[in-house]
């Protein structure tokens, strides 16, 4: 079995004098969809801030690609390859979704690659070119979470995590998001998705963690997680 | 006539208000930080523009953006090495870290400058234009105040580096999670404070006669400025600048000059009452 491109082991992390996460456990493998699921309150956008350097890892392993991320700063996590679409997409408010994007590539320095990618991500989402011009914050919730993801994959990296994808979108607007994450997956950019809808993130991951109380509970493939009647009863609500 | 006068008098001293305040609005509108040390460094740009002008023989122009590179740099230093260590803390904190250095910034310059009024003079004469009487001297720091104003704003819309300061005026996690490195960012921002500052003193050594205890004198009209105007957008300086420009130069005509700064801060007063976001309202750099 190859090395995963994401390797999380006993990772402990929280705010002050308050653990959030009492040794997660998780593996990410090269150009993947996975996601991460459980209630509100259970560590996942913790999880998140943790691995994109947000928040301080107070013991536990973040391997990526073989190298030790845990310690580092922000911005030497993105540059290595991790984006983080934060919850509620934060766009920035007063500027045009166009810059919004070029803030995603504002680590790099590669001019003409940066247009090119630019072109790219108006190719999945044509709605966005349409708008370039537009205060980002103007669009409607969809399309922010268009912009969102497209300005974390501007950064290009190697694993783009995204946080509540589905949150207070349209079932018809989730699936469009859907169709493109798998569209860019297969580009080979591994995708972390993040969800308190358990049915969505299903469907789009093929393999999923389950996250209670700061702790991974189980893990597996997608499908057979949907069999497990215990998920089936708590999350899915059958 | 005299309303026409008035009103290009008031002009041509709005302009340079607005890019007095305008790098301390920025400062304010991005890092939450009310520069106390923004007046002192107008003054250390002009007198340091003077010298190099009276002292060296160096044309004024070129002083100037010496003048401008050489105060960003110690803008920068100022924030990286101290003021970014509190920049978190409730805002008297940096208020009273702002005066310290202001003080120290102050005690030193009436040491090395002393008290005595100094002016770059460039006698470039008078133009009359049919009645309407505009020194030439102040036309061009008008000129050159919009100029920096403007450049200012180009840079915050165009470049990168201005992208990442609306940015982390606008939301400082996401900034984060974008690469952007919120203590090089803030010390950017305080460097281009200063710059603007030291520009703009060097362009008032131009005009008017420059003396060391103006120091408050310039805190006090970037305050009214950014009030009138509202805090942190370039053109909310702008408007702001003008307005005061223009209320200076009618009550001076109509009360007495010594009324005139009494008016900019009856209105800030009657604003801070009516409109407390500023004439323009907090929108970003647009």
């Given amino acids: ?238 | 006539m005299l309303y026409v006068q008035m009103l290009v008098n008031g002009i041509m001293l709005g302009a340079l208000y607005a890019c007095l305040a305008i790098g301390f609005s920025l400062v304010w509108g991005v890092l939450n930080v009310i520069n106390m040390l923004h007046g002192s460094l107008l003054v250390l740009g002009g007198y340091l523009t003077y010298t190099a002008w009276h002292d060296y023989g160096v044309h004024p122009l070129i002083a100037l953006f010496a003048v401008a590179f050489a105060l960003f740099l110690l803008g920068y230093a100022i924030q990286r090495i101290l003021i970014n260590r509190v920049v978190d803390m409730p805002v008297l904190v940096t208020m009273t870290l702002t005066f310290a250095l202001d003080l120290i910034l102050y005690n030193f310059m009436i040491v090395y400058f002393t008290a005595t009024p100094v002016r770059v003079t460039l006698n470039l004469g008078v133009i009359d234009a049919g009645g309407i009487f505009v020194p030439v001297d102040r036309l061009a720091g008008m000129v050159l105040a919009l100029l920096l104003t403007g450049l200012l704003y180009v840079v915050l819309r165009r470049s990168r580096i201005g992208r990442a300061i609306v940015a982390v005026r606008m939301d400082r996690s996401a900034a984060m999670l974008m690469g952007i490195r919120v203590e090089h960012i803030y010390a950017i921002t305080f460097g281009i404070g200063a710059l603007m500052a030291g520009a703009t003193g060097a362009v008032f050594a131009m005009v008017y006669p420059m003396t060391t205890d103006l120091d408050f004198t310039f805190l006090g009209k970037a305050f009214i400025v950014c009030i009138i105007g509202g805090l942190g957008s370039v053109q909310g300086a702008l408007v702001g600048g003008l307005v005061l420009g223009l209320v200076e130069s009618i009550a001076g005509q109509f009360l007495g000059p010594q009324y005139a700064l009494t008016a900019g801060f009856a209105l800030m007063l009657v604003l801070l009452v009516a409109m407390p976001t500023g004439l323009t309202g907090v929108k970003g750099f647009e």
């Fill in chain 1, 1 to 238: 079995m190859p090395e995963p491109l994401l390797k999380v082991e006993s990772l402990h992390a929280g705010y002050g004098e308050v653990r959030v996460l009492w040794g997660v456990d998780i593996d990410i493998e090269a150009g993947e969809i996975a996601c991460i699921v459980g209630s509100n309150g259970a560590g996942k956008t913790t999880l998140l801030r943790a691995l994109s350097g947000l928040v301080a890892v107070s013991s536990g392993k973040l391997l990526f690609d073989g190298v030790e991320l845990a310690g580092l700063p922000a911005d030497q996590i993105l540059a290595r390859g991790i984006a983080h679409v934060p919850e509620g997409r934060r766009l920035f408010r007063g500027m045009s979704v166009r810059d919004n994007l070029l803030l995603g590539a504002y680590l790099r320095s590669d001019k003409v690659e940066i247009h090119r990618d630019l072109d790219y991500v108006f190719s999945i989402f044509p709605i966005l070119k349409e708008r370039q011009h537009q205060d980002a914050t103007t669009l409607s919730g969809g399309e922010q979470q268009m912009c969102a993801v497209a300005r974390g994959i501007m950064s290009r990296p190697r694993l783009l995590m995204i946080d509540e994808l589905s949150l207070g979108l349209a079932p018809r607007m989730v699936e469009r998001l859907g169709e493109a994450l798998i569209e860019v997956n297969k580009i080979g950019l591994a995708i972390l998705i993040v969800e308190q809808d358990v049915m969505t993130a299903f469907e789009l991951a093929r393999r999923g963690f389950v996250i209670e109380t700061g702790v991974v509970r189980m893990r597996g493939n997608t499908q057979m997680l949907a069999k497990d009647p215990m998920i089936r009863q708590a999350y899915l609500g059958l």
